[in-house]
């Protein structure tokens, strides 16, 4: 079973306050090349729960359970409803990730591509920083807006929901206040 190993970090833009560049992404890539067709994202749990998953290309390590807990944490996370705000989305791209030495399978990662491009307001989304000392990440929140937002990948935690929400290059972003935990980041960190 293929897997994708480590994590991402947010797109973040110059930073405001100081004018200095932000750190730069490093994301974990999807393994596989699935298209779904476009559907209107769940509106609670208990419709996902409900939804009979429609037939979808197999997506190298993802098995229709693994989808299930994918489509069920999607539908329950305030911060990726926001950003559908309604519209549609297609899976264009879905793997699995896991830790760097164990292996250990953490979840599911998506990319999506959406129906219409998107604003995304000022807000905490989540974000990761993976951290090789544990073999794992350490989540934070990155207080920011998007504006013409076309595709996201998404990263599934199987038990945490989703903890990463990574906006598409084409996408321009605005950081808010609130985030000085970037510059408390280790210099050996990938910026």
């Not at 197999?58 to 309604?86: F, I, N, W, Y």
């Not at 990662?109 to 807000?123: N, S, T, Y």
């Not at 084409?170 to 950081?175: F, L, M, N, R, S």
């Amino acid at each position: 079973m293929a897997a994708l190993v480590g994590a991402a970090l947010l797109v973040m833009p110059v930073n405001a306050v100081t004018g200095q560049p932000a750190p730069a992404p490093q994301l974990a890539k999807p393994v596989s090349n699935g298209a779904l067709e476009r559907v209107a994202p769940p509106k609670s749990r208990a419709e996902a729960a409900a939804h009979k998953p429609v037939p979808r290309p197999l997506s190298v390590g993802v098995s229709a359970e693994l989808k299930l807990t994918a489509d069920r944490h999607m539908a329950a996370d305030p911060a990726l409803r926001a950003l559908l705000q309604g519209t549609t989305y297609k899976v264009v791209k879905e793997g699995t990730w896991s830790r760097a030495v164990s292996t250990e399978r953490i979840g599911v990662v998506r990319e999506i591509e959406l129906a219409k491009p998107v604003d995304m307001p000022m807000r905490g989304w989540p974000v990761m920083v993976w951290d090789d000392a544990r073999d794992t990440y350490q989540q934070y929140s990155y207080n920011a807006s998007w504006s013409n937002v076309t595709g996201v990948t998404i990263f599934v935690d199987d038990t945490a929901g989703i903890v990463g929400l990574t906006p598409d290059e084409e996408a321009v972003p605005t950081q808010g206040s609130g985030n000085e935990w970037i510059a408390k980041l280790p210099k050996e960190a990938p910026k």
